[in-house]
């Protein structure tokens, strides 16, 4: 990665947020490092720039970039992961709020009408099977946990959006597509295509209020 691929990442959020906000804006030390850690470890620019629209058009006020994390790291996770995508060690996590964001993905899937529940049988399998491990591991094997929350998420995703009917799906795409279209001509196609998809995923995600596992 070099020195110019950052500065040409940075300088394209920079000016997406001063665009945004409809006045001069520049990067704090922390949100610089947060743009360089994005970059580096291999964060799509479009994800980072579809994510800050997503910030703004939730309601709050967006003055910062870190404001906009979530936002962005919710799209992140939406598509094909980053090499080293950025997120705290799950041992940080006690293994009760583990168990407890397990239990509440359990408890909207379980709940879906029989025909959406049947598109998420392999992530429920997967709960089942690290819910068992929680209960008997005082000292859980790490890295194979956080593969498996990663698993977890990944496979709620890729179920969400044929889980819906096919006219919300459609919508999702719709929706999508919009987000998207006023950073044409700003980001090649493939770029674009992915933070499409990558939207699409977690508006359907949203429709059914699924809670994610993996951000941990």
């Not at 994510?51 to 598509?79: H, K, M, N, P, Q």
């Not at 196609?189 to 699924?210: G, H, K, N, V, W």
Request: glycine share 6%.
């Amino acid at each position: 990665m070099s020195r110019e691929d950052v500065d040409g990442y940075v300088d394209a959020i920079e000016g997406h947020l001063r665009a945004r906000r409809g006045q001069d804006h520049a990067l704090t030390p922390r949100d610089f490092a947060l743009a360089k850690g994005w970059c580096e470890a291999g964060v799509p620019l479009a994800a980072v720039l579809v994510g800050i629209d997503r910030a703004f058009e939730a309601g709050g006020r967006v003055s910062s970039l870190a404001y906009c994390r979530r936002f962005v790291e919710e799209l992140v996770a939406s598509g094909p992961r980053p090499q080293a995508r950025p997120s705290p060690a799950p041992e940080r996590v006690p293994l009760p709020d583990l168990e407890q964001m397990l239990s509440a993905l359990l408890e909207r899937l379980t709940a879906l009408r029989p025909g959406p529940k049947a598109c998420f049988e392999p992530p429920l399998r997967k709960i089942a099977e690290v819910r068992d491990l929680l209960a008997v591991a005082a000292r859980p094997n790490w890295d194979y946990l956080r593969g498996k929350l990663r698993e977890i998420d990944d496979d709620v995703s890729a179920a969400a959006l044929q889980a819906l009917p096919a006219a919300d799906a459609e919508a999702c795409r719709a929706e999508a597509a919009r987000a998207v279209e006023r950073h044409r001509g700003r980001l090649d196609d493939a770029a674009l295509s992915d933070a499409m998809a990558r939207f699409a995923i977690q508006r359907a995600r949203e429709r059914f209020a699924l809670p994610r596992v993996s951000l941990v």
